[in-house]
């Protein structure tokens, strides 16, 4: 009958706990913060009812002999630490995507802008991630046999460790690969380079990365191992006389606001000159012969 009880008054305090957390937001806000604080409530009604219901079962529950109480305790703490993770990573999400969602959503955002936009989501993935973590080592601390793989767990001796060691690792590889290409004779800053079928030119070495102006006036920044791994023409490694391309530079109204555009526009170029030949100089246009023996 107690544990029945208080279960009853967790369920009618999650009930409460909800319908002041509304008014609140309704009333005290004013709209100032309501933005955030609607969202919040509505997403995480229920894992707050049911961090409220488990914790409540947990405490309420007898710490007796091996039993159906123990078991069910057990669950209860459990349950309890679950629905925490649950709480917290429903937070998360509903704070990135109010976030993204108040950020401008104009594809031709300012620098800053994209730079929040890219921040935010690997934070919030991190913090998912050590969140989970975190409950599944508080979980396996639960079980006897498996305790202490669970501390480990806890602590980041194991997996987050282990993640530590590989990013190590791999920024430790790019700084010995920046030393290498500084000190190879491969290339230099300036010097013209086709990599991956991209033209352009060096702008930057640094230790980790290199950065190559291309001939469009976009930056391909690529990490110092790729120039130690992978094969790339070097067009001026022992002059400066190259081959060069002619290009057709028309009136500046042809240009484009952003990528999509400019796609879209070099699409009706292309279209329009082949239009143009088709009708003017059909004799140019590539044609497929075969030849058939009798």
Same mark, same amino acid.
């Given at each position: ?15 409460? +706990? ?7 937001? $309704?009333?005290?806000?004013?709209? &100032? ?17 049911? =961090? ?10 007898? #710490? ?5 109480? $123990? ?30 969602? &108040? ?23 991190? #913090?998912?991630?050590?969140? #989970? ?15 202490? =793989? ?18 190590? %690792? ?37 230790? #980790? ?31 400066? %006389? ?7 530079? +028309? ?26 030949? $088709? ?7 590539? %044609?497929? %012969? ?5």
């Amino acid at each position: 009958m107690r544990t029945a009880l208080i279960v009853v008054a967790a369920l009618v305090a999650a009930v409460v +706990v909800d319908l002041v957390f509304g008014v609140l937001v $309704r009333r005290l806000a004013h709209g &100032r913060y309501k933005w955030l604080l609607e969202p919040l409530r509505l997403a995480c009604r229920r894992p707050a009812a049911a =961090f409220l219901l488990a914790g409540a079962l947990y405490y309420a529950l007898p #710490t007796g002999p091996a039993g159906w109480q $123990r078991t069910l305790r057990h669950t209860a703490a459990i349950a309890l630490v679950a629905s925490g993770a649950w709480l917290v990573i429903r937070a998360l999400h509903v704070v990135e995507s109010i976030v993204f969602h &108040r950020l401008p959503a104009d594809e031709i955002a300012s620098r800053r802008i994209r730079r929040a936009r890219t921040q935010i989501r690997p934070v919030r993935r991190l #913090t998912v991630a050590v969140v #989970t973590i975190v409950a599944i080592g508080l979980i396996l601390i639960t079980f006897r046999p498996v305790r202490l =793989f669970g501390v480990s767990v806890l602590t980041s001796a194991g997996v987050v460790g282990a993640l530590i060691g590989l990013s190590a %690792r791999t920024a430790l590889g790019n700084a010995f690969a920046g030393v290498q290409v500084a000190f190879a004779d491969g290339l230099h800053v300036g010097d013209v380079l086709v990599v991956d079928g991209e033209w352009g030119r060096v702008e930057e070495v640094k230790l #980790t990365n290199v950065v190559i102006r291309l001939w469009d006036e976009r930056m391909l920044i690529l990490p110092t191992t790729y120039f130690t791994e992978r094969p790339f023409q070097n067009w001026t490694r022992n002059e400066s %006389r190259v081959v060069g391309k002619v290009q057709i530079h +028309v009136d500046l109204q042809a240009s484009a606001a952003d990528g999509a555009s400019a796609w879209d526009l070099r699409c009706d170029l292309r279209e329009g000159l082949v239009a143009y030949l $088709r009708d003017h100089h059909p004799q140019w246009l590539p %044609r497929t %012969r075969s030849q058939y023996q009798t």
